[in-house]
């Protein structure tokens, strides 16, 4: 029994050894990347029924000079466990809210700025203030902001969290759900929350050209958020028919490749530019 232990043991340790040694990597990677300046963010416009960009959402990128390109769904949840999070969520949103300042009106409406808010940042106790803090260090106003959020800030602590919406709300923010119909919840909760936008996810856009139950679904969200005064976002708008269908029920605004992909600053500057000659 020993003999057999102790190969099941050599059997399993060089396996384990490499999973623990590439997150290690990774690990050791991002606190060099803090440290050497390679994050940095992309802007995705989202645009109205008639194509005019409306707002930006700031995504994060990350370019090490280890690992090469890496992926925020492949980064965000090992910051999340390395509780390196908030540092690069200070970082992306130190950023976004400084480019923020720059961008031109479009047709005399400014701009706002959309961020994403890891949910194991959401109940950190100085969060509130910390994100109030790098706002007033840029000097843009609260109300240009909105704040993304997902249904699992509400797993843990939901009446916590409820607060913590709140207190963002009474400085002036804006704020969203993000990926929404993806999780479990019911969707009468949406009434309780504080919220201004709902974001439909894209897994929803994408699944309601084939299947009519996903595009009833998604006709059926559309609708209950409108009733209850939310912006809807419809998110990953690839191509005319998807726009139409969305349009036709009822969605207010757009994000998606069919419209544009995240830009870089520079790049978004140039385009913003263009928008106001003509
Ligand atoms: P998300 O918040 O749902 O962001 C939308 C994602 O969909 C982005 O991926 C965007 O590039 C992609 N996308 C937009 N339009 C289309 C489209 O038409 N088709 C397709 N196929 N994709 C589209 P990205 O930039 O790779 O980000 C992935 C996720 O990583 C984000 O999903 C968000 O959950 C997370 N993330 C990104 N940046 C941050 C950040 O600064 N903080 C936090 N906490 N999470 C972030
Ligand atoms: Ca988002
Ligand atoms: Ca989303
Ligand atoms: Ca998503």
Redesign the pocket.
Known sequence: AKERGRNNFQFFTPELNKLADERLDLATAMRFGLEQNEFSVVY?PKVDRHRRIVGV????RWHSASCGSV???RF?PMAEETGL?GEI?ER?LRQAFHAATQWSPVQGRALTLA????AKLFLADDLVPRVAGWLADSGLPPQRVEL?ITESVFLDDSERAISVLQAFKALGFRVAM??FGTGYSSLSYLRHLPLDTVKID?SLITDMEFDEDVAMIAQAMVGLCRNLRKTVVA????NPAQFALLCAHGCEEF????FAK?LTAEALRSLLARHQGS
Do not use: C, K, M, W
């Open positions: 995705q959402e700031a995504l994060a992926g925020p769904d965000i999070i969520t992306v961020v994403n808010l890891s993304e993000d990926d894209r998110e990953g708008v690839e994000q998606g490749y069919l995240p």
